[in-house]
């Protein structure tokens, strides 16, 4: 077996990790922007409540909170799929790190254009969605890069749950021939792989979206 | 001149706290008309200006809009927002916008106009400012005179029945000041009704005959800038006007 044989092997664990990270990704973008959000327009009572979430979340460990999810709650009559476990476990937490990371994009917003939105007649949500929103996005960007890159490097936590990602694979074939140090060098090289795609895939946007003078600090 | 003032503001006060920034303010504002106000720093004249639109809520005393005491509970203050022109003196222009959409903004989300509509009429506006040229820049791109221009644009775009501002030229070299100058008086042949804060003589010597001075929280007096340099009776006033005796 060539080690190009065993990168074919990995291969098809690939499209698990990679979607494994997305859903978690897509599903902690979307939930931190909903707490960053909320926090913005709630009120007072809200934010406590936002925060203590982020605060939990922030502080439980992706594996415990994974097991919790798919071994403890079908106790409860619950059953989650592997992908929604995850979702639910790695997804959530990341979630929580990015609200943080929005709140600090947020706290950058010029206060003088926040007021002259104000002056102007916008409602709180207008400011939020017109003003806030857009910028804290380009602010949050390398604290994203960064949230991302994490779920990637927890996404293995996926194979715990059933789902035959490229490090379960690697692990049948160390089982089967006992090359391990090819093996996870291997998939060392293919995470690193899907690492510098997601790279070319955000530093495309930035570009896209690209606006003169507000590169984040 | 209508016989009653645009604005009519009667012994307003405004506290923060124990602190009493504005301790009975009369001003009277006409349709047409500009006015300058002048003060040392901290006086209250931002906060004059803010409680207009109720970005600061005043503590008590009556400010008349159109007639409409705008302190009453009840009072759409959005609306009384839209029909009031801010402009500032760090220009505030949305840093992620275009010129064009910093003036269509709220024509599209607060007027309802469609994308189409909003953008014809704020290119009208930046033409009017000779801006239209820059209509695709963003704010980091342009100097601060032109974001003044952008900045005044977007306030004239909402057709408001009077433009503020508050020290538009604190942020800008005395040529680009001159500037703002020149166009504030173009603006007021035109009609626009202004209200003017500031701490830049020139200005106000250029825009108005007479200037309101703020101090302490009342309006000590009101006349040209000549007089109040010179036969003013009280010297702090001398001082702030004059070149010659101690500067405030
Ligand atoms: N939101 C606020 N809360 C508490 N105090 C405030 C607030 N806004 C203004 N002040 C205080 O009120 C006083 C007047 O402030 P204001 O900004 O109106 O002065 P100003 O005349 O515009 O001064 P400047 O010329 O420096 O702009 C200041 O002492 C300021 O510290
Ligand atoms: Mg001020």
């Not at chain 2, 009776?233 to 702030?240: I, L, Q």
Request: hydrophobic fraction near 50%; charged fraction near 20%.
């Amino acid at each position: 077996m060539s080690f190009l044989d065993i990168l074919r092997q990995l291969a098809h664990g690939v499209g698990y990790t990679l979607l494994v990270t997305l859903a978690c990704s897509v599903t902690g973008l979307l939930s931190g922007l909903l707490i960053a959000g909320g926090r913005q327009l709630g009120g007072a009572a809200s934010t406590l409540l936002l925060d203590v979430y982020t605060y939990v979340f922030r502080g439980v460990p992706v594996l415990v909170l994974l097991f919790v999810v798919y071994f403890g709650l079908p106790g409860l009559g619950l059953t989650a799929a592997p992908l929604l476990a995850m979702m639910l476990s790695l997804g959530l937490i990341a979630g929580a790190y990015l609200a943080e990371v929005f709140r600090g994009a947020l706290a950058s917003v010029d206060a003088g254009e926040i007021l002259a939105a104000r002056a102007s007649g916008m409602t709180r949500g207008q400011i939020f969605r017109f003003i806030e929103l857009p910028q804290m996005l380009r602010f949050a960007v390398p604290g994203m890069v960064n949230e991302f890159t994490t779920v990637l490097k927890y996404s293995p936590f996926a194979y715990t749950v059933g789902l035959p990602e490229v490090t379960k694979e690697a692990m049948s074939l160390v089982a089967t021939t006992h090359r391990g140090i090819e093996i996870y060098l291997a998939v060392g090289l293919v995470y690193f792989a899907i690492f510098r795609l997601l790279m070319v895939f955000i530093r495309w946007l930035e570009r896209r979206y690209e606006i003169p003078g507000m590169r984040p600090a | 001149m209508n016989a009653s003032p645009l604005i009519e503001i009667r012994q307003l006060v405004t506290r923060f706290g124990e602190h009493t920034v504005l301790n009975g303010v009369d001003l009277d504002l006409y349709a047409g008309e500009i006015k300058v106000v002048m003060g040392p720093s901290g006086c209250g004249k931002s906060t004059l200006l803010r409680c207009l639109n109720r970005l600061v809520e005043p503590s008590s005393g009556l400010i008349r809009f159109r007639g409409q005491d705008i302190t009453a509970p009840g009072t759409d203050v959005r609306a009384l927002r839209q029909s009031i022109g801010f402009v500032f003196q760090q220009f505030a222009l949305y840093r992620h916008l275009t010129v064009l959409d910093n003036v269509s903004l709220g024509l599209r989300k607060l007027r309802g106009l469609r994308r189409a509509e909003a953008e014809q009429k704020a290119l009208q506006e930046l033409d009017r400012l000779e801006m239209a040229g820059h209509r695709d820049k963003y704010p980091a791109q342009l100097s601060g005179g032109q974001k003044q221009r952008v900045a005044i644009a977007r306030a004239l775009a909402m057709d408001p029945a009077v433009v503020v501002f508050d020290e538009p030229t604190s942020a800008l070299d005395p040529v680009m000041s001159r500037e703002v100058a020149a166009l504030i008086n173009r603006l007021h042949d035109e009609g626009v009704t202004m209200l003017c804060v500031t701490h830049d003589l020139v200005l106000a010597q250029n825009i108005a005959d007479e200037v309101i001075f703020l101090d302490q929280g009342r309006v000590l007096a009101q006349d040209s800038i000549a007089r109040l340099a010179k036969d003013h009776a009280d010297p702090r006033v001398r001082a702030f006007f004059g070149r010659d005796g101690d500067k405030a």
